[in-house]
């Protein structure tokens, strides 16, 4: 009888779900998903669950291949010595090759009274509280979303075309990453949805409190129901584990995403720092990481050296309620460009993207390996700075 060899993922995002799937490629090879949760949320929808439009989850069985054994369960520890992973529930599960794909989370709100009374949307469970705190508010409290990016942006608007009143708190720029022309866009249709956005030196949360959220420059505002969406943070398990970390806790590996302790354990997704240059945390990068993590072990089993990667962020898309939104374009190596949709047609972009990914992760359960980016999709100037390194 042929030998099996045993691959274990941990975390059923973006990254995790693709990766698992593209494993079923051999029929030697028996895959576990462990996640805390029974279904796969989408993320990138989870501004729609606070605002009432979507319920952002989706059965594993729609999304995940045959055959692959799914965990519902935290690892709370990995033991590369043993090559096992060590359950919350007392548990144990032994593999041959781990593939690291935690994701990421809310960042940690060190803003004095942000994690006492400022809600976060980063994870299932934080949307559906936050989404129950706004049934129970009067349809008149005042709302403040704090952090301007994707997040802060999509929630802002999805909220103010509900009817709320919405304050967007930006720190320094709306939407950092958008081209100014792109910036302007999206300045225009918060501004249309009513939305009063405060962006400059002075527009920095310094404390928020039960009622209110202070400014840097004195301002106070007052403030039923805080939404925090200032950056993320990764899990610390990589780091419990004794594995190496970069400064945000991401798994740090070589650019075959294999950690730099171990040749067993492959990272993918928001919890990989490959070469110390990581990604923009996001499912863009998520759904090229997974199977390129998948690949890296695939590769390995065959006695084959994997390939480095090949990898292109291309754009940022923002929905902007149901009616409008933008699909900003970038060049190959994550800058903006001036070219964008806007709008309607935005918002119909957004929403086909959306729904393009979950297709994605169903069609590459039927079809493993079908998924390959085009040569071109990659970053030439990434290895230029890796040269430099």
């Known amino acids: 009888m042929a030998e099996h060899t045993e691959v274990v993922v941990i975390g059923g995002g973006y990254a995790g779900v693709m990766a698992a799937n593209r494993l079923t490629q051999r029929d030697d090879v028996t895959v576990t998903l462990i996640n805390p949760r029974p279904a796969f949320v989408e993320r990138i929808r989870l501004h729609q669950l606070v605002g009432g439009s979507h319920d952002a989850v989706v059965g594993y069985r729609d999304v995940l291949a045959e055959g692959i054994g799914l965990v519902v369960d935290t690892v709370t520890r990995i033991d590369a010595a043993e090559r096992r992973v060590l359950l919350a529930t007392g548990g144990t599960v032994g593999y041959d090759y781990l593939i690291y794909a935690v994701g990421s989370g ?89 939305v009063t956005v405060l962006d400059g030196p002075g527009a920095r949360v310094t404390a928020v409190t039960r009622d209110a959220v ?40 070589d650019e075959t995403l294999t950690s730099v302790d171990d040749v067993r ?55 902007l309620g149901r009616r409008a939104g933008i699909f900003q374009l970038a060049h190959r190596n994550d800058v903006a460009m001036r070219l964008y949709i806007g709008g309607r047609p935005g918002a119909k972009v957004k929403e086909f993207i959306c729904q393009g990914i979950r297709w994605q992760l169903a069609y590459q359960a039927r079809k493993p390996g079908s998924l390959n980016f085009p040569a071109w999709a990659k970053d030439a100037k990434r290895r230029q700075l890796l040269r430099a390194i």
Do not use: K
């Open 265 to 319: 354990i492959v990272a993918a997704g928001d919890s990989a720092a490959p070469s110390d240059l990581p990604f923009r945390m996001s499912c863009q990068a998520a759904i090229q990481l997974g199977p390129h993590a998948a690949d890296t072990v695939l590769s390995r089993i065959a006695g084959e050296h994997p390939a480095p990667l090949a990898l292109a962020l291309v754009a940022q898309c923002i929905s």
């Open 214 to 253: 202070r400014l840097g420059d004195g301002r106070e505002l007052p403030s039923t129901v805080t939404i925090w969406t200032a950056g993320f943070s990764v899990p610390d398990l990589a780091g419990r584990s004794g594995l190496s970390t970069d400064a945000l806790g991401r798994l740090r590996t």
């Open 106 to 194: 809310s960042a940690d709100r060190s803003v004095p009274g942000a994690a006492e009374f400022a809600y976060p949307i980063a994870g299932f469970e934080e949307a559906q509280r936050l989404r129950a705190v706004l049934d129970a508010a009067p349809a008149t409290a005042a709302v403040t979303v704090v952090g301007a990016g994707p997040t802060g942006i999509e929630t802002a608007a999805e909220l103010a075309e509900a009817g709320r009143a919405v304050t967007l708190v930006c720190g320094e720029a709306l939407g950092p990453y958008l081209h100014p022309r792109g910036r302007r866009s999206v300045a225009g249709q918060l501004a249309r949805l009513g």
